[in-house]
């Protein structure tokens, strides 16, 4: 006798057989419950007379109707079994009006299957090794959990993942073997490996390159015979895109060509564009109007030297910098560069006009990007002591480094990130002046929900000098704009002469921001900002606005309405900026 599930099934099927082909059905809709979400959706995708609604193929005969309908309850229960319920019910219903029907699967999903034992075994050296243990000790599904397929095969795909990326390349699965018992609604997983050895990492080939042979070679992280690790390849990738030769870098390791155990590497590489233009115009609250225009040649010559040439002409803050680039791979990663930077700025009616000569060392170290400099800069400038032009030369070591960390480039849901600068010249080598600087700024992003974020910003600064009147204005602290205290002019806050705003000895500002998004693209934040630049006494200056976020194909767009509330005489700001949060 056929199960009672089956019994609803065979009179249906017998009484739309008896009607015959003569008539054509409309199928109008195929309704599934006891099931949704996940499931709901892994069925569908399983049964034929719902794909064809899909395919807009809605007519039917009898005759196919009553196949379909046979095969939808097996259908269903292969879409639920990925799911762990092997023992589900069934029960389908046909529903007329007219010729048009509707197909209703009522579907009982019962308990699911559940693990009831776990064995993972790890045999050969990866046993010992803290990052497979990690792996396997998150393995999933656990004793009491469902057997749901997907959650089992990425574990267990992941495993063999990470045994690749450690060099494990003879690693085998020894023992696969689930048991599943449908009366008891148990399954039982056993899995065990056998890693085999460990390879290490070998030489590098470089090929496709446009550069002379060594000149990438001390970009490779390791040292011959070193344990393999794929993160080190990963390391290597990312300093070649950093260098910015090459449109297509494939790392490409080679275990079947391991002598002694080491891996060689081929690294194939396809270069990129040898110069690249830009020309566009600008505007910010902070510069005014402006046309941007560069030039840069990726290469000069196949030692992998770089030249580059900025013009940014604005009303209020102008430069334009020129900057001759010598990789310096060996040891930290980075570059010797050489250059002229000239730029005028406004400022309250104050114009400084200055050629700041450079010579810099960057690199790369424990997640820092740092910039050590060494800078001649001879300065114009005039409202700051008396009514005439004055002009100071300055001669100054520098060291910059910025820390920071996100899950994401341009919107984090959490970030930080820490900046730090120090600088100081002496006239016992050549400053007209001697100081010594501090600053430092600090940024923190933490997602409320889905929807909701938490901005939080400040930044500090302090100057030493005995003759601080002679500082020009470029060496000096403001506060103010669009990145500062919104509601206020761009560096619009500092000490006041009487006359002019001539900056300060020390700065101290600080920012909470909360951002809600309606849609994926676009939101809004509310912010009160803070700080002041001072000589002695701190007077806060604070702004409070509120302003539409964009998510734009090219970068975050921030457009806030502000206002400062120190001042009487400060009216209602707008701020544009254009870039990532951090």
Request: hydrophobic fraction near 40%; charged fraction near 20%.
């Amino acid at each position: 006798m056929p199960p009672a599930p089956v019994l609803p099934l065979l009179g249906l099927t017998f009484a739309l057989l008896s009607a015959g082909d003569a008539l054509a059905l409309e199928l109008k809709q195929v309704e599934l419950s006891g099931v949704d979400g996940q499931l709901a959706a892994n069925v569908r995708a399983r049964l034929s007379i719902d794909r064809l609604l899909a395919e807009q193929r809605a007519n039917v005969s009898e005759a196919r109707l009553s196949f379909l309908l046979q095969q939808a309850p097996g259908e269903v229960l292969l879409g639920l079994e990925p799911y762990g319920y092997y023992n589900a019910e069934v029960t389908p219903e046909v529903v007329r009006d007219g010729e048009r029907i509707t197909v209703r699967l009522a579907v009982k999903l019962g308990d699911p299957v559940r693990v009831r034992s776990l064995k993972l075994l790890m045999h050969g050296v990866a046993q010992d090794d803290a990052e497979v243990a990690a792996r396997i000790a998150s393995f999933r599904p656990l004793p009491g959990d469902p057997f749901h397929h997907a959650v089992y095969e990425g574990s267990k795909s992941a495993i063999a993942r990470v045994l690749a990326d450690r060099g494990y390349f003879d690693a085998e699965l020894e023992a696969h073997r689930v048991e599943v018992t449908r009366a008891e609604h148990a399954a039982d997983i056993h899995l065990a490996w056998d890693s085999g050895r460990r390879y290490s990492l070998g030489a590098v080939t470089f090929e496709g390159q446009q550069l002379r042979p060594g000149v990438l070679d001390p970009l490779v992280p390791w040292q011959l015979g070193e344990p393999f690790d794929r993160v080190r390849l990963l390391q290597l990738q990312k300093s070649l895109e950093d260098a910015d030769f090459f449109s297509a870098i494939s790392m490409l390791p080679e275990p079947d060509q391991a002598v002694d155990g080491q891996v060689p590497i081929k690294v194939l590489l396809v270069p990129g564009r040898r110069s690249v233009y830009n020309f566009g115009l600008r505007y910010g609250t902070d510069s005014g109007a402006g046309v941007v225009a560069g030039v840069e040649r990726r290469w000069v010559n196949d030692r992998g030297h770089k030249l580059a040439l900025d013009t940014n002409l604005a009303q209020y803050n102008s430069l334009v910098t020129a900057q001759y680039r010598v990789p310096a791979f060996g040891w930290l990663d980075g570059w010797y560069s050489y250059g002229a930077t000239v730029r005028e700025r406004v400022i309250d009616e104050v114009t400084s006009q200055y050629i700041d000569i450079f010579a810099t060392r960057s690199g790369r170290l424990r997640g820092w990007n740092l910039l050590a400099g060494l800078n001649f800069k001879r300065e114009r400038s005039d409202s700051l002591v008396s009514d005439e032009f004055s002009y100071v030369n300055l001669v100054y070591p520098s060291l910059w480094g910025q820390w920071r960390q996100a899950d994401d480039v341009n919107t984090p849901q959490r970030g930080r990130a820490l900046t730090m600068t120090v600088r100081g010249g002496s006239t016992a080598f050549g400053s007209d002046v001697s100081f010594l600087q501090l600053s430092v700024a600090a940024q923190y992003i933490r997602g409320l929900g889905s929807d909701n974020r938490l901005l939080l910003r400040s930044e500090l600064g302090a100057t030493s000098s005995d003759d601080f009147a002679q500082l020009p204005p470029s060496m000096r602290f403001f506060a103010g704009g669009d990145r500062s205290v919104r509601g206020y002019g761009y560096e619009e806050i500092g000490v006041d002469n009487g006359s002019n705003v001539v900056g300060g000895k020390y700065l101290a500002v600080a920012s909470v921001e909360f951002e809600h998004m309606f849609t994926p693209v676009w939101g809004a934040a509310a912010f009160v900002d803070a700080g002041d630049a001072f000589d002695q006494e701190i007077d806060i200056q604070y702004g409070i606005g509120a302003g539409l976020r964009w998510r734009s194909p090219v970068g975050p767009v921030r457009v806030d309405i502000a206002h400062g509330i120190g001042d009487a005489n400060q009216n209602v700001r707008l701020h544009i900026s254009i870039g990532p949060d951090l």
